[in-house]
């Protein structure tokens, strides 16, 4: 597959100043048998407003590694650092999306996304808070659902309250955590494309989980394939070189999709082949 380009976990891409860096990251959790082994040396840099997902065998440490963005974990060795600032705890300048919603079942939609707002801005005036609020429910279609709680709406307007949620407050870094691994096909593709125009609008910058090869294709700047753990690692970086704005259809139909989508296919079922024994 000479055709394709990809990049050594040890030489991530840089175009200019990096924003988000991993340098040389291990998570060790000890054990009654020993140390166990998540992450070893993992090394990436991330540019300002860069969509990464992020893709491998369950138990490869993907979540671990996003943890560590967000701040709801630490290294056991290496650095994960923001702006030059090393990464501590969670912060409002890092946003998670959950596959399971994470919505409060007794508050409404606007209520849910106005806690956040209300939290990260509590100096804002009343009149500010209750705009951003429509704004984002605006913006993934849920104006007419806003007075519903979570337990009266689909799967998929329940993550599109976490998205508007999570974007409510302007994070300089999204993380999703196979945020449409629950839906279903109609509405994960729906969803798809509403976030690659929210990105495209307001350029965050997006780390993504996914065990979806089309989806990462779909949305993804570049795609990082996990080697399986324990100890896993970044084996391969892949620039993904479909032109922006993304069109499905038109993608489907170009060769390169078929030829990449193949190459991702062989590493994770050839190449980092899952023992299921272990």
Request: net charge negative; proline share 6%; aromatic share 8%.
């Given at each position: 597959?000479?055709?394709?380009t990809t990049s050594s976990a040890t030489h991530p891409?840089?175009?200019?100043?990096?924003?988000?860096?991993?340098?040389?990251?291990?998570?060790?959790?000890?054990?009654?048998?020993?140390?166990?082994?998540?992450?070893?040396?993992?090394?990436?840099?991330?540019?300002?407003?860069?969509?990464?997902?992020?893709?491998?065998?369950?138990?490869?440490?993907?979540?671990?590694?996003?943890?560590?963005?967000?701040?709801?974990?630490?290294?056991?060795?290496?650095?994960?650092?923001?702006?030059?600032?090393?990464?501590?705890?969670?912060?409002?300048?890092?946003?998670?999306?959950?596959?399971?919603?994470?919505?409060?079942?007794?508050?409404?939609?606007?209520?849910?996304?106005?806690?956040?707002?209300?939290?990260?801005?509590?100096?804002?005036?009343?009149?500010?808070?209750?705009?951003?609020?429509?704004?984002?429910?605006?913006?993934?279609?849920l104006s007419d659902a806003a007075h519903k709680q979570?337990?009266?709406?689909?799967?998929?307007?329940?993550?599109?309250?976490?998205?508007?949620?999570?974007?409510?407050?302007?994070?300089?870094?999204?993380?999703?955590?196979?945020?449409?691994?629950?839906l279903d096909a109609i509405t994960k593709e729906e969803?798809?494309?509403?976030?690659?125009?929210?990105?495209?609008?307001?350029?965050?910058?997006?780390?993504?989980?996914?065990?979806?090869?089309?989806?990462?294709?779909?949305?993804?700047?570049?795609?990082?394939?996990?080697?399986?753990?324990?100890?896993?690692?970044?084996?391969?970086?892949?620039?993904?070189?479909?032109?922006?704005?993304?069109?499905?259809?038109?993608?489907?139909?170009?060769?390169?999709?078929?030829?990449?989508?193949?190459?991702?296919?062989?590493?994770?079922?050839?190449?980092?082949?899952?023992?299921?024994?272990?």
């Amino acid at each position: 597959m000479q055709t394709l380009t990809t990049s050594s976990a040890t030489h991530p891409h840089v175009d200019r100043e990096p924003f988000l860096i991993i340098d040389n990251v291990s998570k060790v959790y000890p054990t009654p048998k020993g140390n166990y082994v998540v992450l070893e040396q993992v090394n990436l840099q991330v540019q300002q407003g860069e969509f990464v997902c992020v893709i491998g065998h369950s138990g490869c440490g993907k979540s671990t590694l996003l943890n560590m963005v967000s701040g709801f974990s630490q290294p056991s060795d290496g650095l994960v650092t923001l702006h030059g600032k090393r990464i501590s705890e969670p912060g409002p300048d890092r946003m998670v999306v959950f596959q399971g919603y994470a919505l409060l079942p007794w508050l409404t939609a606007y209520e849910n996304v106005y806690l956040a707002v209300d939290s990260v801005h509590p100096n804002k005036s009343e009149a500010e808070k209750k705009q951003i609020v429509r704004e984002h429910l605006a913006m993934v279609g849920l104006s007419d659902a806003a007075h519903k709680q979570p337990g009266q709406l689909s799967g998929g307007m329940r993550q599109r309250v976490s998205i508007a949620r999570a974007l409510a407050i302007r994070p300089e870094v999204l993380i999703l955590d196979e945020p449409f691994g629950a839906l279903d096909a109609i509405t994960k593709e729906e969803l798809q494309v509403e976030l690659l125009k929210i990105w495209n609008d307001h350029r965050c910058t997006v780390l993504m989980i996914t065990h979806d090869i089309d989806e990462a294709l779909f949305l993804a700047d570049r795609l990082v394939m996990m080697t399986n753990g324990p100890a896993a690692k970044i084996g391969e970086i892949l620039e993904i070189p479909f032109p922006r704005p993304r069109d499905r259809d038109r993608m489907m139909e170009d060769p390169e999709f078929y030829k990449m989508r193949n190459y991702i296919l062989d590493y994770l079922y050839n190449r980092f082949a899952h023992d299921d024994d272990e």
